[in-house]
């Protein structure tokens, strides 16, 4: 069975530029999450969808920063301009909430490496 | 307040020993969920296992092995006879009753040396 998968696995890019990072969660699953993980600040939670619904996105670190989930096999992340601090991992992941209060678990991606010179 | 505390930062021990990873955690809520993950050096995330917080039975998977004990509020992972294929960063996590969020620890990096 296919997991998570992201695209792409490593992006360089300069600052300024927009950069997108795409995620196709696994089939069935009606939960999406986008995390940041650094050193500093290790696995943050950016952004969770909902049957295509953003339910939190306090998470987001400015306006930078937007996501979209416009159907259930497919999301993206977009920051709009890059700054070299932006550099990080980006997780997505996702998992089935079958709406009765019962959480499971996540299920990642490869995370995708985003480098800002 | 910090929900997940992972007081151990790194840890190195040498191979064929056994090493436990504490994990406490904080809640009001009566239900709620816990979880370990495993972060090999390649970088993904692995789930190990979740448990439910009505179920305080102690968990065995080969030589992974969860002690989990709501009266001191933890949920510490064992290995047994480690090998250098567990070098891992590993990550406590909790999710509580009110929505699907899971918080991570700040994991602990573990080290098995040959």
């Known amino acids: 069975d296919a997991g998570v998968i992201q695209s792409p696995r490593h992006e360089v890019t300069e600052m300024g530029q927009e950069v997108t990072l795409r995620c196709k969660p696994i089939?069935?699953?009606?939960?999406l999450f986008w995390y940041r993980q650094t050193m500093m600040r290790g696995l943050e939670l950016l952004i969770y969808?909902?049957?295509?619904?953003?339910?939190?996105d306090s998470g987001m670190p400015e306006d930078r920063f937007s996501a979209k989930m416009p159907n259930a096999s497919f999301s993206t992340l977009k920051i709009q301009p890059s700054e070299p601090r932006d550099s990080a991992v980006y997780f997505c992941?996702?998992?089935?909430?079958?709406?009765?209060?019962?959480?499971?678990?996540?299920?990642f991606g490869p995370g995708t490496r985003l480098t800002v010179t | 307040a910090q929900k997940v505390t992972q007081a151990q930062t790194e840890i190195s021990v040498v191979e064929k020993e056994d090493v436990t990873l504490d994990c406490v955690y904080e809640?009001?809520?009566?239900?709620?969920?816990l979880f370990w993950y495993k972060q090999p050096p390649s970088g993904e995330l692995v789930f190990l296992i979740r448990?439910?917080?009505?179920?305080?039975q102690n968990e065995i998977s080969g030589r992974y092995s969860w002690n989990f004990q709501k009266s001191t509020s933890s949920f510490n992972f064992t290995i047994t006879a480690s090998q250098v294929v567990d070098s891992a960063v590993y990550f406590c996590?909790?999710?509580?009753?009110?929505?699907?969020?899971?918080?991570f620890g700040k994991g602990t990096r573990l080290h098995i040396l040959p």
């Open positions: 992941a996702s998992s089935y909430t079958p709406g009765t209060g019962t959480t499971y678990e996540q299920y």
């Open positions: 089939s069935g699953h009606n939960s």
């Open positions: 969808f909902n049957n295509n619904v953003p339910i939190d």
């Open positions: 809640t009001r809520d009566t239900t709620y969920y």
């Open positions: 448990r439910n917080s009505f179920d305080e």
């Open positions: 996590a909790l999710s509580e009753n009110r929505d699907d969020k899971i918080i």
